[in-house]
Nanobody, 124 residues
């Protein structure tokens, strides 16, 4: 069992930056590939980024590539999402998730555990 708790969301102006954190419980954090997803009001949840168990591989949605960076610290059981050059269309609830996989995972149904989400609001 893995419990995930996100933090770091908030209100920011367009062009600003935020760093989201996701703290995981348990001693097997390094056994999971991690991902970030987001869901805007009235829209389906969408993939944002994923990182492999070792942190050696990452993958991004085209909409955030070059602006968002996913990273992990296995010693701290934490995954991060650094977001820069934020746009109003990035406004959403952001969720972190854990998948029992060696490599990056982009499909939501392949994730086993989910956090409760943190709100990110980007004003224009």
């Amino acid at each position: 069992q893995v419990q995930l708790v996100e933090s770091g969301g908030g209100l920011v102006q367009a062009g600003g930056s935020l760093r989201l954190s996701c703290a995981a419980s348990g001693r097997t954090f390094s056994s999971y590939a991690m991902g970030w997803f987001r869901q805007a009001p009235g829209k389906e949840r969408e993939f944002v980024a994923s990182i492999s168990r070792s942190g050696g591989s990452t993958y991004y949605a085209d909409s955030v590539k070059g602006r968002f960076t996913i990273s992990r610290d296995n010693a701290k059981n934490t995954v991060y999402l650094q977001m820069v050059s934020l746009k109003p269309e990035d406004t959403a609830v952001y969720y972190c998730a854990a998948a029992g996989s060696l490599i990056v995972v982009v499909t939501a149904r392949q994730y086993d555990y989910w956090g409760q989400g943190t709100q990110v609001t980007v004003s224009s």
